[in-house]
């Protein structure tokens, strides 16, 4: 391998139920990792299917990482990183991502601008369309916004959360954070920042590992040249997921924001997915009746201790 010799790259894979997501994913590496030494680790959450049996079968050279339990992506990725040998950089990917070729050295090369802590590719879904993947830091602001105006018309402006504007899928930028379903993390960075969160069991994990990052002076960079293809989950779609998502933002804004401006962000989605709801959303009645559940706002607000919230047993997918 040329182009990239002194750097090795430890490419970390969350299983959970993947046997066929896998394979794709697998014959995917040898051009997209192309000129880059690497090892691959792939950490399963205790599948039910031949996940770990397909990994073996199909991957014989890979460290596979049977975690005993459903950890969750977090708890996938610490347990792989755990078990991978000295590394300059960290791939974390979703089984359902493929990538490109040349994908890897071109977010390598970016990872090594001063500076640059996470590199994050382009993101195309399996019909080839953007997946809009940048974000930008939740605020009270961008809450009320979204509630009003709606996440695609706030999002083209800098009063959203989600960016999309697909100009700005055409350029490189930094960002606050990123979707995680393809992330190269610097050795550095982890280091310096510590393992993710596992006490979000799904989604917001990203996130509070993306914006850990910038609260220590590293930068999130996106490189619109490196290209992958995420087949994706379905939290937008699947009720009891986006009822997770949204009651682990408001965990995380409280953790960064403090209660009283919490409290105004639950607020501001609970307009949202009211509005929502009104018009017959299943997902935003699923989410309104979790916000407004007892139990899960003292886990929201820090009453109770933060715990691992578990989801129904369906495939991780970060994002």
Known sequence: MTGHGYERVAICVVSY????????????????????????????????????????????????VQVGRNAGYAGGVN???????????????????????????????????????????????????????????????????????????????????????PADYDRPSDLDWAEGSTQLISAECLRTCGPWDESFFLYSEETEFDLRAGDHGFVVRYVPTARAVHLEGGSAQNPALWSLLTANRVRLFRRRNGLPRAIAFWLALVLRETSRAVIGRPTSRAALRRLLDPRSARRMFGTAPDRVDRAPVLTPSAG
């Open 17 to 64: 139920n993947s046997a066929e997501q896998l394979p794709g994913l697998i014959a995917s590496l040898p051009a997209g990792a192309a000129g880059v030494p690497y090892q691959l680790i792939i950490a399963d959450n205790a599948s039910a299917d031949d996940s770990v049996a397909t990994a073996r079968r199909l991957a014989p050279r890979a460290r596979v």
């Open 79 to 165: 347990a792989a990183l755990a078990a991978a040998d000295p590394y300059t950089a960290a791939l974390v990917l979703n089984p359902d991502v493929r990538l490109t070729p040349g994908c890897l050295a071109e977010l390598l090369t970016v990872l090594r601008a001063p500076g640059v802590g996470i590199a994050v590719p382009r993101l195309l879904d399996a019909e080839g369309e953007l997946i809009l993947s940048q974000r930008r830091e939740p605020t009270l602001l961008r809450a009320c916004a979204d509630a009003l105006i709606g996440a695609e018309r706030a999002g083209r402006t800098r009063f959203g959360e989600v960016v999309s504007d």
